[in-house]
């Protein structure tokens, strides 16, 4: 009794030191991320109109709706990454939304991706434990995303990335536990991040799905024990299936299929020529400029071209670490055999995300939580290795895995040392013009802004609440002597059309 009492607590304490290591990384993820984001004069606030659209989605989420009826005039509402009809909602799935409206419903929502920086590190250390690596590898593994100045900026907006990142991370800590002893409960979590990655992003929901079935099958589960997939499974059907009727009206076409038949057909998944370009309703005129540059990529997104585009992607994925010398160490981690299924997973979405033509790095950083993980394995065998030699070589093989390691380390300070000092001074794209909408919010108005010709497509002023009705602000697109035509819609409402470039504001009504 007394030597099982003894191999308990021998057992339990290193497990209540990686649970106060993780609890460490969690609080200093969340706290780099918060002085990066919220730093500037602006403070946390969209730069993108992608982080517009997944604000726009949390907001309604934490109202209690997947979607909101189809604005008055649904031509005037039209904005990237938005459907007007038939419903008034983003073309994203909800995951990510979820997660803001939650610390939304607080009125923090940028304080969702901060803790999800730090829920990331944490993960990526347990991972690390739970694959049979030293502690030590476990925070390497943490500090290789803490510091990655090419990654962990991105937790520091609305985009999805940092809620699919941390997903990412929380599918491989399951994995890992599912092939250390295989049971049903960890099947059943294995398979419900399975389902909230792909209500985030599908490639990696779709990436994830094949890493877990590889591994049900390498692990030789029972058929009754593996059945406790079907649960999550069932349920994120039934999700999706929820959110498409919600806001496309059919059960099985999701908003972005309905957005891309709108006005992108070309747009997802394929390699090939470009074949049908008839757009249900076609981009307003000052989006035509983020119609084309996508057009551009997609067809030049062919077989032909295939190689050299993976030549490119596989170089902008070499420069995510702080430093070129972690690559070999990833590429040799990679034959740890624990990370067997966090490998099947990196090369599935790396498989996947070569069908869709807009390649830059942001579309790949669900990979880094494999890289840093792969490059703790990789350099804790490296060391292992050297530490089997004669004393002397010994010395000498590890003085020599120094300098990568000591590279590493100096890339990443002064690199993180560069993102902090300079994040009060962190630029807002959308701050010439959101003085003038604080005094049209004031007014409760409704503002027609009139783009120019060549207007930048990426800069979209016309995205709403999504409950237009209690708006302090409504946003439309000025289509001339048509807007006396929206004017009834909105009663009780002072209207302007807003010259964007030279701020003017002028009463219309």
């Not at 530490?387 to 093989?397: F, G, T």
């Not at 990426?458 to 995205?463: G, H, I, K, Q, S």
Request: glycine share 8%; charged share 15%.
């Amino acid at each position: 009794m007394e030597v099982a009492v003894g191999t308990v607590g021998s057992v339990a304490q290193p497990w209540r030191t990686d649970a106060l290591c993780a609890t460490l990384l969690l609080l200093l993820g969340a706290l780099l991320c918060m002085h990066t984001f919220a730093s500037g004069a602006w403070g946390a606030r969209p730069s993108t109109e992608d982080e517009f659209v997944y604000l726009f989605q949390a907001k309604a989420l934490a109202a209690g709706h997947l979607s909101y009826p189809s604005p008055p005039l649904p031509e005037f509402f039209e904005a990237a990454h938005v459907l007007v009809v038939p419903r008034f909602a983003a073309k994203y799935l909800p995951g990510h939304a979820a997660v803001l409206a939650l610390f939304g419903l607080a009125g923090t929502p940028w304080l969702g991706p901060c803790v999800l920086l730090g829920a990331t590190a944490a993960l990526l250390h347990l991972a690390a434990r739970l694959a049979g690596l030293t502690r030590a590898a476990g925070l390497g593994a943490a500090a290789l995303l803490l510091g990655a100045t090419n990654v962990f900026p991105f937790f520091a907006s609305y985009l999805s990335q940092s809620t699919s990142l941390a997903s990412v991370a929380a599918f491989f800590v399951a994995a890992l536990a599912v092939e250390r002893r295989p049971s049903g409960g960890r099947i059943a979590a294995l398979f419900c991040c399975v389902v909230f990655a792909g209500l985030v992003r599908p490639f990696a929901g779709a990436a994830a799905a094949v890493a877990a079935a590889a591994l049900l099958l390498r692990v030789r589960v029972p058929l009754r024990m593996a059945a406790w997939a079907l649960p999550p499974l069932v349920a994120g059907a039934l999700i999706f299936a929820t959110v498409c009727k919600t806001t496309t009206g059919a059960w099985t076409t999701p908003p972005w299929s309905l957005y891309a038949s709108q006005y992108m057909p070309y747009d997802g998944p394929g390699i090939g020529p470009v074949r049908d370009l008839r757009a249900g309703r076609g981009f307003p005129a000052h989006l035509m400029g983020l119609y084309e540059g996508f057009l551009e990529t997609r067809r030049r997104h062919t077989w032909s071209h295939l190689p050299e585009e993976l030549v490119r992607r596989l170089r902008l994925i070499a420069v995510l670490p702080p430093a070129w010398a972690v690559i070999p160490f990833a590429i040799a981690g990679a034959f740890w055999p624990p990370l067997w299924a966090t490998s099947v997973f990196a090369a599935a979405f790396f498989a996947a995300s070569l069908t869709f033509h807009v390649g830059g790095a942001i579309y790949h950083l669900e990979l880094y939580p494999w890289i840093a993980l792969a490059a703790a394995a990789g350099f804790e065998m490296a060391v292992r290795n050297a530490l089997r030699l004669r004393r002397p070589l010994a010395l000498a093989a590890c003085a020599i895995l120094a300098v990568p390691a000591g590279w590493t380390a100096m890339r990443a300070v002064s690199e993180l040392k560069a993102v902090l000092t300079n994040a009060h001074r962190r630029p807002w794209a959308y701050a010439r013009w959101e003085p003038a909408f604080e005094w049209l919010r004031e007014q409760h108005a409704l503002v027609f802004i009139r783009y120019p010709r060549a207007w930048d497509g990426n800069v979209d002023l016309t995205y709403n609440e999504p409950d237009l009705a209690h708006a302090d602000l409504v946003r439309a697109i000025d289509k001339g002597e048509r807007n006396a035509e929206l004017l009834p819609y909105f009663p009780g409402r002072p209207a302007f059309v807003l010259d964007p470039l030279t701020l003017r504001a002028e009463q219309i009504r």
